[in-house]
């Protein structure tokens, strides 16, 4: 990491649950929950938890120097709503096998 750049993983407790157009697209009492400077808390939902039934592969990737490569997926009506990193860097190695959405509830 940078100095100044810290990113911090734990075992979470809480529920959280994604909704998109009334439909559950995610939910998990297990989600692991990234701390990373300058980033709303993030949480990490494991892949056994999420409809990717529902979701469709983008041609979205995005590269993180902390983290590594990030792929997307789609609704139709919301691109790139939902990422993860299949290889992350061993120092988050905890996230793969984990989606990220936007906007989860979480209670």
């Given at each position: 990491m940078s100095r100044g750049h810290t990113i911090t993983i734990e075992q979470g407790d809480r529920?959280?649950?994604?909704?998109?157009?009334?439909?559950v697209l995610a939910e998990t009492d297990r989600p692991l929950v990234l701390r990373e400077t300058g980033s709303p808390v993030r949480y990490y939902i494991p892949a056994e938890d999420?409809?990717?039934?529902?979701?469709?592969?983008s041609g979205t990737?995005?590269?993180c120097p902390f983290k590594?490569?990030?792929?997307?997926?789609?609704?139709p009506d919301a691109p790139d709503l939902v990422w993860a990193y299949p290889d992350p860097k061993p120092e988050v190695a905890e996230i793969k096998d984990?989606?990220?959405?936007?906007a989860p509830e979480v209670s």
């Open positions: 529920h959280v649950r994604v909704v998109h157009g009334g439909q999420v409809r990717l039934d529902l979701l469709t592969p990737h995005t590269v590594g490569t990030a792929s997307y997926w789609s609704l984990h989606l990220c959405f936007y």
